[in-house]
């Protein structure tokens, strides 16, 4: 049955806020979010004017704001790989920059112990000039938005929203799980937000909004179970599948292999199917945005459904 709180929030994800994010960070005034690029006649690289959007937003609806830096390196381009797979190592010679790892936390009230981590990546490829669009400023958009419905809740676990960087090397994401194992931190669900909506041309044409849910070891298959109910129970109309990853991906497998079982990964599709992958071509004007959504709706619903309930078990 519906929880009326629950049904409450997640009415409260706003779509042309979303959008709003969306074009903020993915067009107009950030085409792209690099470490290697700075814009003309600006002070900061394209990556650092995003991480001061994302806390002002984060801020503004009272979150606490902690920054935490990682030493990361900018992936070169080869292009005698097919397109979308183009991205190489750095040479040894190639600069070191200071990325960061954003984050917003909120303190929980009676299981203050047990923390629930809600994730997205918010760097462009650093290889080409792509928007981004689907991968993945939808996701950090989304992360916003659920920070922004959330801003009067009182959690009863410990809501920690991490913005890492996949798109340069090493991901950030890795530090945030070593460092949080190192804490020996508590953490009962983690969920990785990363291009909701992006599908196949046939979904899109179709107007079929989609989305999957992984989970990686069996700790991490009751998490995958809920997500995808949220779906039917407040009838957000997805076109929803589950599916078990073979070995720990994305920042997901970041906090996997740290010893987090309960983590699972939300995406428009799996395989990833967006024709626009890595392209030059994702853009925000081609983005779902009821897609993007109905999905961050199904994921805020999980979301609480842990932090009032706790995390599931079977």
Request: negative net charge; glycine residues 6%; hydrophobic residues 40%.
């Amino acid at each position: 049955m519906p929880d009326s709180t629950i049904a409450e929030l997640i009415a409260r994800i706003d779509a042309d806020r979303l959008r709003e994010a969306l074009f903020y960070l993915a067009k107009d005034p950030l085409p792209y979010r690099k470490i290697n690029l700075t814009l003309p006649g600006h002070e900061k690289c394209t990556l650092y004017e995003a991480d001061d959007y994302i806390a002002e937003q984060l801020e503004t609806a009272g979150w606490a704001v902690e920054r935490e830096a990682v030493q990361i390196q900018a992936f070169r381009c080869d292009d005698t790989k097919p397109k979308a797979h183009q991205y190489s190592s750095p040479a040894p010679e190639d600069p070191w920059y200071t990325g960061y790892n954003v984050y917003g936390s909120r303190a929980g009230a009676s299981h203050a112990d047990e923390f629930i981590v809600v994730m997205a990546h918010k760097d462009s490829q650093s290889w080409v000039d792509s928007p981004g669009a689907y991968d993945n400023a939808v996701g950090t958009a989304a992360v916003i938005e659920i920070a922004q419905a959330l801003a009067e809740y009182a959690p009863n676990r410990a809501i920690r929203l991490l913005f890492c960087n996949e798109e340069h090397t090493p991901w950030t994401s890795v530090n945030a799980a070593q460092n949080a194992r190192a804490r020996g931190d508590n953490i009962v669900a983690a969920f990785n937000i990363d291009s909701l909506g992006g599908k196949s041309q046939e979904d899109t044409d179709a107007g079929r909004m989609t989305n999957a849910t992984l989970y990686t070891v069996p700790e991490g298959r009751p998490l995958a179970k809920l997500m995808a109910s949220m779906n039917d129970v407040y009838g957000l109309g997805l076109a929803q599948t589950l599916q078990q990853r073979t070995a720990p991906g994305d920042d997901d497998g970041s906090f996997v292999n740290a010893g987090y079982g309960a983590t699972i990964m939300n995406l428009g599709s799996f395989p990833y199917m967006d024709p626009h992958y890595h392209l030059e071509s994702d853009v925000v004007e081609a983005v779902d945005i009821p897609n993007v959504v109905a999905a961050t709706k199904a994921s805020l619903a999980a979301i609480l459904t842990v932090d009032i309930n706790g995390a599931p078990t079977e």
